[in-house]
């Protein structure tokens, strides 16, 4: 059990690795121009040299989704708990909510510039848009599965809908609530890039552009590495805070 699991926790890392050396091998063996695909070592290079540059925008790149996606988790929850306790409002909202996700949320860039002006507003504005619905859909499908029978039970106890939602339903949906947070700060780094490439003079987005206009391929590559960073440390933060509040709902996974 044990090498197992040391194995889980090292496979990531040599896989990264394994990555990497491939994509040097690949780089020096055919000689790839550094102004079409740079090597890891440009990269690396590239990242040392501008490293105060990529940090600043870095910082701004990370508070800005961090604000959007605080209102996210606050709007899904509240749509999601809605939606889920109620058969009314699940046909009603779902469909339309579906057809607003299909939307693409780089066509309301323009959009929010216009109302807020270039700046935080549309970058903070685009990683809520992007990221709201899979809380939502995860914290109303919680609640929207909750065994009729259980419900039954819990009524002849003397609970009322209130009570089977809040004790039971909320609890119950927080695997399906950290599952979507996981997907939804991935999503929200996507959002602050995009209004970053388009409606800002800082961030990692306007760092991309400028490298791009630049010729600095490693230089915008390095600031592509910087998000996946941050998105993946906020990923696995979520993913510790799982495991330390939903043991219980892994269970099973852990005795196979």
Same mark, same amino acid.
């Given at each position: 059990?044990?090498?197992?699991?040391?194995?889980?926790?090292?496979?990531?890392?040599?896989?990264?690795?394994?990555?990497?050396?491939?994509?040097?091998?690949?780089?020096?063996?055919?000689?790839?121009?550094?102004?079409?695909?740079?090597?890891?070592?440009?990269?690396?290079?590239?990242?040392?040299?501008?490293?105060?540059?990529?940090?600043?925008?870095?910082?701004?790149?990370?508070?800005?989704?961090?604000?959007?996606?605080?209102?996210?988790?606050?709007?899904?929850?509240?749509?999601?708990?809605?939606?889920?306790?109620?058969?009314?409002?699940?046909?009603?909202? =779902?469909? @339309?909510?579906? $057809?607003?996700? *299909?939307?693409?949320?780089?066509?309301?860039?323009?959009? #929010? &510039?216009?109302?807020?002006?270039?700046?935080?507003?549309?970058?903070?504005?685009?990683?809520?848009?992007?990221?709201?619905?899979?809380?939502?859909?995860?914290?109303?499908?919680?609640?929207?599965?909750?065994?009729?029978?259980?419900?039954?039970?819990?009524?002849?106890?003397?609970?009322?809908?209130?009570?089977?939602?809040?004790?039971?339903?909320?609890?119950?949906?927080?695997?399906?609530?950290?599952?979507?947070?996981?997907?939804?700060?991935?999503?929200?780094?996507?959002?602050?890039?995009?209004?970053?490439?388009?409606?800002?003079?800082?961030?990692?987005? =306007?760092? @991309?552009?400028? $490298?791009?206009? *630049?010729?600095?391929?490693?230089?915008?590559?390095?600031? #592509? &590495?910087?998000?996946?960073?941050?998105?993946?440390?906020?990923?696995?933060?979520?993913?510790?805070?799982?495991?330390?509040?939903?043991?219980?709902?892994?269970?099973?996974?852990?005795?196979?």
């Amino acid at each position: 059990m044990k090498h197992q699991k040391r194995l889980e926790r090292w496979a990531p890392w040599v896989l990264l690795l394994a990555v990497v050396i491939v994509w040097q091998v690949v780089c020096s063996a055919f000689e790839v121009s550094e102004f079409i695909f740079p090597s890891p070592l440009r990269i690396w290079d590239q990242f040392l040299e501008f490293r105060g540059e990529i940090l600043r925008h870095s910082w701004r790149t990370f508070w800005v989704t961090m604000v959007g996606f605080g209102l996210a988790i606050v709007v899904g929850v509240l749509l999601g708990f809605v939606i889920g306790s109620s058969r009314l409002a699940y046909a009603a909202m =779902y469909p @339309l909510m579906t $057809a607003f996700n *299909a939307l693409p949320k780089a066509a309301f860039v323009p959009i #929010l &510039v216009v109302w807020f002006g270039i700046g935080v507003g549309p970058a903070v504005l685009t990683a809520f848009l992007i990221s709201f619905f899979p809380i939502t859909v995860n914290i109303a499908t919680g609640l929207a599965t909750l065994e009729p029978e259980l419900e039954d039970v819990l009524r002849v106890l003397g609970a009322k809908r209130w009570d089977v939602l809040v004790k039971v339903g909320l609890p119950r949906s927080l695997p399906h609530f950290y599952g979507s947070l996981k997907v939804a700060i991935t999503l929200a780094f996507v959002g602050t890039t995009v209004s970053e490439m388009n409606a800002a003079n800082e961030g990692i987005g =306007y760092l @991309l552009v400028s $490298a791009g206009s *630049a010729m600095q391929m490693g230089l915008a590559f390095a600031g #592509l &590495v910087a998000v996946g960073i941050m998105a993946m440390v906020m990923y696995e933060l979520f993913a510790w805070i799982e495991k330390r509040t939903t043991a219980w709902a892994h269970r099973g996974s852990h005795a196979a």
